[in-house]
């Protein structure tokens, strides 16, 4: 009988990962290559989009030999991708610019500007927030300062649109991708034209705008040989990472979230319709066009618990350094911690953010500040998740992948501040799984999204201890108050 698989290739700006799945959610191989960024000046951080290529065709090609996919055995294979990624791009499909990705934060005075003028009006008729992230102030900044790649550039496009107009010589965006950009409407599923007027870029230099389930075929045979695909496999262009990996764990329904902490951190719930927060605290991002996702990304996660590590020069693992939180109670015996240590986007959006310690005594040691950090990471997601609450209900089951969801000290912690479930998949890759699954819709071998539940291998969930969220319930009315009161001094 012949064996059956589905590949997801999973474009972050860490790493690129190839999953080869079978058609129930069980991983047959993973690869992943590590993708460096440059700083040529403080605040600015690119990626070099032609090294991101090669090891995406590496990737897939290792995935294919490890998981030794035969002849007519891969049916497709899905894009999931990073947002916010812009690239200048010539008439031949030649990069002008490396890509600047979301953490480049060069056009922080364009985001204050706007943020002054039309703020509001950006954030309603996008879903968008005004922040640095967005490709339409990168777009800004590059006319305001005449950067010669944008004065030269026939088109502008992510870093999965390079991808795709290199393999497949089509310029098409998904819904997610394109609404990441501050310049779509998911209203109307349109680029906005008095927002593309202001960075002096047309309709016609961006990419043709189609839905996730979008097939894709007739790869460059050059790039098919090299991957070691057959070069009639077809591909789906997929979405955006956030949306796939709601998809991919399974959290799609009324009341269900989904967490992402690695490096940097997101909660998000799907949603019907098209959810502007009047505070302003949450994006709203399309997946399908009759459906969006609600959410709120973070600068910090486990990248203030490795500055921490650092900071006390722990030579330990990462595994027994969270272990050490253990040894105190919820509350670090009366230290908070405001975790913007890298400037900060959701609930905040603001930049200049920067991180504090609050009620430092000389009895805590470093299993208190280890805890606090950790606590406060997670009072920021429920920060944001509190939002979300407003426009999609309250959480009662939240399903968590990324680094942290490796530690069975904060997965407690996020059941107890949350006061929901907790489920954690069995492969740890939400968002590969997500491209792939939405790969198996667009072939039509699996009839909807919401089939996956039914494929997604899952651990015992973690259930909320009341003691202890009854305790965190007046440790984040201090946390929140906190952080309400010292956002003013940015």
């Not at 954030?123 to 030269?152: A, C, D, I």
């Not at 349109?190 to 007739?218: F, K, N, Y």
Request: glycine share 8%; net charge negative; charged share 20%.
């Amino acid at each position: 009988m012949r064996r059956e698989y589905v590949m997801g290739l999973d474009i972050g700006t860490t790493s690129v990962k190839a999953c080869v799945f079978n058609l129930q959610g069980k991983l047959a191989a993973e690869t992943e290559r590590m993708i460096p960024s440059h700083y040529p000046q403080p605040g600015w951080v690119e990626q070099n989009p032609q090294e991101i290529e090669r090891f995406c065709v590496q990737a897939i090609k290792e995935a294919i030999q490890k998981a030794d996919v035969g002849e007519g055995e891969l049916l497709s294979l899905g894009f999931s991708a990073a947002m916010h990624s812009l690239i200048c791009v010539d008439a031949e499909g030649k990069p002008l610019s490396n890509a600047l990705i979301w953490a480049d934060g060069r056009s922080n005075p364009q985001a204050e500007k706007v943020l002054n003028t039309i703020g509001d009006k950006v954030y309603s008729k996008t879903g968008t927030p005004v922040h640095p992230m967005s490709p339409f102030l990168k777009l800004l900044w590059m006319k305001e300062n005449e950067y010669e790649p944008y004065r030269q550039a026939a088109y502008f496009m992510s870093i999965k649109e390079y991808l795709i107009l290199h393999w497949f010589n089509k310029r098409v965006i998904d819904y997610s991708m394109a609404s990441a950009t501050g310049l779509f409407n998911p209203a109307t599923l349109s680029w906005e034209q008095d927002l593309l007027e202001r960075t002096g870029v047309t309709a016609e230099q961006l990419s043709d705008i189609v839905p996730p389930t979008e097939v894709l075929t007739g790869i460059n045979n050059v790039i098919a040989e090299e991957m070691g695909i057959e070069p009639e496999v077809p591909f789906a262009i997929g979405a955006a990472d956030g949306q796939l990996s709601n998809l991919g764990i399974g959290a799609i329904l009324p009341g269900e979230a989904a967490v992402s902490v690695g490096t940097s951190g997101a909660i998000r719930q799907m949603t019907n319709g098209v959810d502007i927060d009047d505070q302003q605290e949450t994006f709203c991002y399309s997946f399908t066009a009759e459906s969006t996702i609600i959410g709120g990304p973070t600068n910090n996660g486990g990248i203030v618990l490795q500055w921490l590590k650092d900071v006390l020069n722990d030579q330990g693992s990462f595994t027994d350094f969270l272990a050490e939180a253990g040894k105190v109670g919820p509350g670090a015996e009366g230290m908070l911690f405001l975790p913007y240590i890298n400037g900060e986007r959701a609930p905040i959006w603001n930049q200049r953010a920067k991180g504090n310690f609050y009620g430092v005594a000389i009895t805590h040691k470093k299993e208190h500040f280890i805890r606090a950090v950790l606590e406060g990471v997670t009072f920021n997601l429920y920060q944001i998740g509190k939002a979300l609450g407003r426009l999609a209900g309250e959480q009662k089951k939240i399903y968590v992948n990324g680094g942290l969801a490796r530690s069975p000290l904060w997965l407690q912690m996020m059941a107890d501040i949350f006061e929901a479930e907790i489920y954690v998949s069995e492969t740890h890759h939400s968002a590969a799984w997500g491209a792939a699954w939405t790969a198996l819709v667009a072939i039509g071998k699996v009839e909807s999204f919401d089939e996956i539940k039914k494929s997604i291998p899952m651990e015992a969930p973690v259930l909320p201890n009341k003691d202890n969220s009854k305790m965190y319930k007046s440790i984040y009315k201090n946390y929140e108050k906190l952080a309400k009161d010292i956002v003013k001094t940015f």
